[in-house]
């Protein structure tokens, strides 16, 4: 480990100073991306970068993004279609595909997606904004339980402050879709279960593009004692 990285890892979190600060924890807490044994960190940026990632999250989100989505209502026979407008203009800047198009790459990527519901004057949502997940924060209280937020969630835009001065929205102002959780709070974030893996494929892609630069040539000088035959 680096000598910066040890002093690092001496110093406790100021948050809990039982636990330690290591280079894992911090770059997690820096939201830089994951560490791994390749010694590269990946994030939702450089795993992109790896073609089998970019063409497995493209194709998954552009095909679920474009699928239709409508709207019923249950009735005494059944069901019926409804005609919904904010599902066929979601966005005053954005098609429909657009819309969910992010949301399923937000759900590829990082594991949750986040969709912030404006609402007119009589409470009915009108617009669907897609929020960018690394930059929501969600954290659960049951001091926060009201009629409107049940299960006392926020959602808070960045780190929340001490002083509780940080923007948060609440459920009745943001959808948040997770994906597989082991708490019910965050999803997981399928690139970050399978960093070693995409962080062998970006290692072998810096190693390779570095070999090419030097024409090929493998750096270093033999040396030995011995006559050569």
Do not use: C
Request: neutral net charge; glycine residues 10%.
């Amino acid at each position: 480990m680096p000598r910066l990285w040890q002093q690092l890892a001496e110093r406790r979190q100021i948050n809990d100073p039982a636990k330690p600060l290591t280079d894992e924890s911090l770059i997690s807490v820096l939201n830089a991306g994951w560490s791994t044994d390749a010694g590269v960190t990946v994030t939702p940026e450089t795993a992109l970068r790896v073609t089998a990632v970019y063409r497995a999250v493209s194709l998954l989100a552009g095909v679920l993004g474009a699928l239709p989505l409508h709207a019923y209502r249950r009735t005494d026979t059944g069901r019926q279609r409804l005609d919904n407008t904010l599902l066929d203009v979601p966005h005053p800047d954005k098609t429909p595909m657009e819309v969910w198009e992010y949301v399923f790459m937000s759900l590829l990527t990082h594991g949750n997606a986040y969709v912030r519901k404006l609402r007119d004057g009589v409470g009915r949502i009108v617009q669907l904004w897609p929020l960018h997940p690394g930059a929501i924060k969600v954290k659960q209280d049951d001091g926060w339980r009201t009629a409107d937020n049940p299960v006392g969630k926020r959602f808070y835009l960045g780190e929340p402050g001490n002083n509780g001065d940080t923007t948060y929205w609440t459920p009745y102002e943001v959808m948040h879709v997770p994906g597989m959780s082991y708490n019910g709070l965050y999803g997981l974030s399928p690139l970050q279960q399978a960093r070693q893996a995409i962080g062998l494929g970006v290692a072998a892609q810096q190693f390779g593009s570095r070999m090419f630069d030097r024409g090929g040539l493998i750096p270093g000088v033999l040396q030995t004692d011995m006559q050569l035959a």
